[in-house]
C-alpha cells in the first residue's frame, strides 16, 4: 500500500526567510511524487512532481523539492518566502511497482507567512 | 481553455434530500475523481471513473454515487444515506492513469455543500 505523511500541520515562516515543508512517503516499489497548493475555497493547483533523473526538482513560483530515497522524503523548500506564499500545501504519491493508478495525498500542511 | 468546472460553488441540502454535485472536463482526460476535504484531514477519494462506463468505490464511497456515460462528465449524488456531507467537494481528473508519464491530476475549483 502507498502511503504518505506530513508531519506538520502547520509551518510558520517569516517573509524573506527560507521555507520547508515536509513529507515522507511508503510505497513497496518506486514512487512518483507530487506537491500541489490549495488557496481558500480554490481546487488543488500542481506546483511540481518527480517521476525520475534529478534529486533537485524545480517547479512554479520558485519551489523546488528534494528527492531523498533513503530518508523516502520529498520536502518542499523555496529561498526566500513571500507573504502570498500562505496556503494550503499537499504532498501525493503513486506507487510506480505496485499497479497503482491513484495519487494518494497527505493531510496537508498550512503555510504562513508572516510579514 | 481547457479545464474542469464544478457546479454549483455553493450548494445547501436539507436533511433528507439527494443532491447532485456536477464535474465537467474538456482536456480530454481519460480518468476522474470525487474527494472530500474537511479540516485536518486532508483529501479522502470517494469514487474514482478510468473509462466511461465504469467506476470504482474509493475509501468513503458509503452514502454517494456517481455516474459516467460521457467521457467529459463525472457527476457525484450525495444521498441522504451520507449522515454528515457538509465538506468541500472536489473533482479532478487525469490522462492515462496507466501511463507511465505519470500526468498527475487537474482538479476543478471545488463545491461547498452545507446541511441546513
Known amino acids: 500500500a502507498q502511503s504518505v505523511a506530513q508531519p506538520e500541520d502547520q509551518v510558520n515562516v517569516a517573509e524573506g526567510n527560507p521555507l520547508t515543508v515536509k513529507c515522507t512517503y511508503s510505497v513497496s516499489g518506486n514512487p512518483y511524487l507530487f506537491w500541489y497548493v490549495q488557496y481558500p475555497n480554490r481546487g488543488l493547483q500542481f506546483l511540481l512532481k518527480y517521476i525520475t533523473g534529478d534529486n533537485l526538482v524545480k517547479g512554479s513560483y520558485g519551489f523546488e523539492a528534494e528527492f531523498n530515497k533513503s530518508q523516502t522524503s520529498f520536502h518542499l523548500k523555496k529561498p526566500s518566502a513571500l507573504v502570498s506564499d500562505s496556503a494550503l500545501y499537499f504532498c501525493?504519491?503513486?506507487?510506480?511497482?505496485?499497479?497503482?493508478?491513484?495519487?494518494?495525498f497527505g493531510k496537508g500542511t498550512k503555510l504562513s507567512v508572516i510579514p | 481553455d481547457g479545464g474542469i468546472t464544478q457546479s454549483p460553488k455553493y450548494l445547501f441540502r436539507k436533511e433528507g434530500q439527494n443532491v447532485t454535485l456536477s464535474c465537467e472536463q474538456n482536456l480530454n482526460h481519460d480518468a476522474m475523481y470525487w474527494y472530500r476535504q474537511d479540516p485536518g484531514q486532508g483529501l479522502r477519494l470517494i469514487y474514482y471513473s478510468q473509462i466511461v462506463n465504469d467506476f470504482q468505490k474509493g475509501d468513503i464511497a458509503e452514502g454517494y454515487s456517481v455516474s459516467r456515460e460521457k467521457k467529459e462528465s463525472f457527476p457525484l449524488t450525495v444521498t441522504s444515506a451520507q449522515k454528515n456531507p457538509t465538506a468541500f467537494y472536489l473533482c479532478?481528473?487525469?490522462?492515462?492513469?496507466?501511463?507511465?508519464?505519470?500526468?498527475?491530476?487537474?482538479f476543478g475549483s471545488g463545491t461547498r455543500l452545507t446541511v441546513v
Open positions: 501525493a504519491v503513486r506507487d510506480r511497482g505496485a499497479g497503482s493508478y491513484q495519487l494518494t
Open positions: 479532478a481528473s487525469t490522462r492515462d492513469p496507466t501511463s507511465s508519464k505519470t500526468y498527475g491530476y487537474t
